[in-house]
């Protein structure tokens, strides 16, 4: 009788708990409904004209982009359209003060650019960008130079066909081309310049509606669009690497972008420090299909830069620190080309915990930068015409000289051409004084320490202010031998770098 009750009394206390267990079930789901519905209305949907990319098809995952190294010449970038035309911050930093919409921001793409007056050119950059590589006439690129000797430059060179490059305009409510009549003249002018080939580009241009952006692959991540000329050149990659590094700064990309490539010119050994620049490079040939950029970059050729315009425009600048720039700032001097000078060798890994190696070698380095035979292009012979004639017998002199003085002098041997860019660097960053002809070699000196003494010398046939003008920008001390011919006294040299080096206590 007892054990039946107690199964009685068990049965109805069972009865009595099963509701509340239900109730229990039913508000766990209540609450994971509400936050599912709550996350939604954070992360709405995807738009459907938006197709969703393959990670096989992406040119790299987004933990790809390499961070912006700390850099101890770093001033901010921001457009100032209250600075003066002609002064030096205009030419090297923030004188892309117009922006200038073409297509508003909204829920597919936009496009705008930042326009300079005193370089007479801009910076370009849109969102969900289309460019079709079927319709760029040119070769391939990237081959090794021994497949394509003798082919002409203009095979390398881009022509584009209308709708090259699309751009989605959903907030604009509009199709056609992308830019109005008479804007290229305007904000991307010619300017004595041949084969402009940005401009051309931007010419091809078409907004397209919303599904009509037709892609074979997505890129993520922000890109640079690059088309280089003479790229086998230090000078005029650097002008090249300049630009794109200014496009980066003003366009205010959080990492360093990849770089696509809008040319067909073979692989050169210049390519290595692009890859070390910026996070990813691709020609755009080698894509086998219209590729689409979230955020694509349109950078101003190197004949638009400081650096080469320079050489025909004069205007006041000169080189300062960076920390007397931030204390008074001054718009008649720069710290630029020192900031893009450590952007270089922090690159390559030489720039320790944002700090500029001091000297470190044993004694006074003096780096004679010479001239060698190397292959450039398809185009070029594989000879380097001399600036220096008795460039050999200098050096000899030089280097015998060193050796009977009481102060350790080593004199280094700067045959580029034969070192990798990481040891040109680390060469130059050692020197206490660099010597040199005319070349572009001598263009290093971008990356030189504030200390670096500078001695040129230069051919009456080469009369040329490019290092000259490299060393101003930079504050480095220099110095000049100018030849009535190609042929220097040994003795004058000599001469003449015995009194840099008294200078420094030598």
């Known amino acids: 009788m007892m054990a039946g009750r107690t199964t009685h009394s068990q049965s109805q206390r069972l009865r009595r708990l099963i509701p509340c267990v239900l109730f229990i079930v039913f508000a766990v789901h209540a609450v994971s409904f509400a936050l599912y519905l709550l996350l939604q209305s954070h992360h709405p949907p995807p738009n459907p004209a938006e197709p969703e990319p393959q990670t096989h098809e992406r040119l790299r995952a987004p933990s790809s982009q390499k961070p912006w190294p700390r850099l101890p010449s770093l001033l901010p970038w921001t457009a100032d359209p ?43 950059e849109g969102a969900r960008v289309r460019l079709d590589p079927a319709l760029v006439a040119m070769s391939r690129g990237g081959e090794p130079i021994g497949q394509v000797m003798g082919r002409a430059e203009e095979e390398e060179l881009p022509r584009y066909e209308p709708g090259a490059l699309e751009v989605e305009g959903v907030a604009a409510g509009r199709t056609g081309p992308l830019l109005e009549p008479g804007f290229l003249d305007a904000y991307v002018p010619a300017d004595g310049i041949g084969m402009h080939t940005m401009r051309a580009l931007l010419d091809s241009a078409r907004v397209v509606p919303p599904g009509e952006l037709h892609c074979s692959q997505w890129v993520e991540e922000p890109t640079l669009l690059v088309t280089r000329f003479e790229y086998a050149n230090l000078f005029h990659t650097i002008t090249d690497w300049y630009s794109a590094y200014v496009s980066s700064r003003v366009t205010n990309l959080p990492d360093r972008p990849n770089v696509v490539f809008v040319d067909g010119h073979c692989k ?55 920390r007397s720039l931030r204390e008074k700032p001054d718009p008649q001097k720069t710290a630029r080309l020192s900031e893009f000078g450590e952007m270089i060798i922090a690159s390559f890994g030489l720039l320790d915990d944002g700090i500029v190696s001091s000297k470190t070698s044993d004694g006074l380095n003096v780096l004679f930068v010479r001239r060698e035979d190397y292959l450039a292009h398809p185009r070029h012979s594989g000879k380097v015409e001399s600036r220096l004639s008795n460039e050999q017998e200098v050096f000899d002199a030089v280097d015998s000289w060193a050796k009977g003085q009481k102060c350790k002098i080593n004199v280094v041997n700067g045959l580029f051409a034969h070192m990798s860019m990481k040891e040109q660097l680390r ?4 020197a206490s004084v660099v010597i040199g002809a005319h070349g572009a070699g001598m263009t290093h000196l971008v990356s030189a320490t504030r200390d670096t003494k500078v001695l040129e010398i230069i051919s009456s046939l080469y009369r040329r202010p490019h290092f000259a003008l490299i060393s101003h920008w930079k504050a480095l001390e220099y110095h000049a031998i100018n030849l009535p011919g190609s042929y220097a006294s040994s003795a004058d040299v000599i001469s003449e770098l015995r009194n840099i080096l008294k200078g420094l206590g030598c």
Do not use: M
């Open 427 to 430: 060469a130059i960053l050692e």
């Open 82 to 124: 209250s600075l003066p035309p002609r002064s030096c911050e205009a030419y090297f930093g923030n004188g892309f003060s117009r922006r200038v919409d073409i297509l508003p921001e909204g829920r597919g793409g936009w496009f705008r650019c930042h326009h300079s007056e005193t370089l007479g050119s801009s910076i370009c």
């Open 268 to 322: 050169a050994p210049l390519e290595q420090t692009w890859e070390a620049l910026f996070s990813n490079v691709a020609y755009v040939k080698n894509f086998s299909g219209p590729v689409c950029f979230r955020h694509a970059v349109l950078s101003p050729l190197g004949y638009e830069t400081a650096l080469f315009k320079g050489l025909s425009e004069s205007f006041s600048c000169e080189g300062a620190s960076a």
